[in-house]
């Protein structure tokens, strides 16, 4: 009679790396849906604060955008197609959603725009305005 002795077979480090890599690329996709819901959340709630006094939705909307538009690439193919449907009402929102944003320029323009819209000629003044207080010295 034999004895048999039964040892494990040690198990290598093979199925450990897939686990381990089937486990964090569920937990980026979970992380990256997460904050498209968060801007998407951010979105809805910045349109109709945007359009009361004080624009505070206005910085709502922009953050995230940005948040959705870095993180979906169906949403970026999107915006991208918009943008080249009506390049004038995207682009103040890609000069937003930059790293280093122009708010300023952004805002005036804007004005300038609802000032054509509103206004007649004769009665537009704040591109004479800005000529005559802020002209930049020559």
Do not use: C
Not at 7 to 34: C, K, N, Q
Not at 88 to 114: D, G, K, S, T
Request: no cysteine; hydrophobic share 50%.
């Amino acid at each position: 009679m034999q004895a048999v002795t039964v040892l494990p077979e040690p198990i290598s480090d093979a199925a450990f790396r897939g686990t381990f890599a089937f486990a964090r690329r569920v937990t980026r996709e979970g992380a990256r849906l997460a904050v498209v819901g968060l801007g998407a959340l951010m979105v809805i709630a910045g349109l109709p604060l945007a359009l009361l006094p004080g624009h505070t939705g206005l910085v709502l909307l922009v953050i995230g955008l940005i948040l959705v538009l870095r993180n979906s690439p169906r949403s970026r193919r999107k915006f991208i197609r918009l943008q080249q449907r009506h390049p004038r009402v995207v682009f103040p929102i890609r000069r937003l959603i930059r790293r280093e944003p122009e708010v300023l320029p952004v805002m005036w323009q804007q004005a300038l725009r609802i000032e054509r819209l509103i206004l007649p000629a004769k009665w537009r003044r704040a591109g004479a305005w800005r000529r005559r207080y802020f002209r930049a010295a020559r």
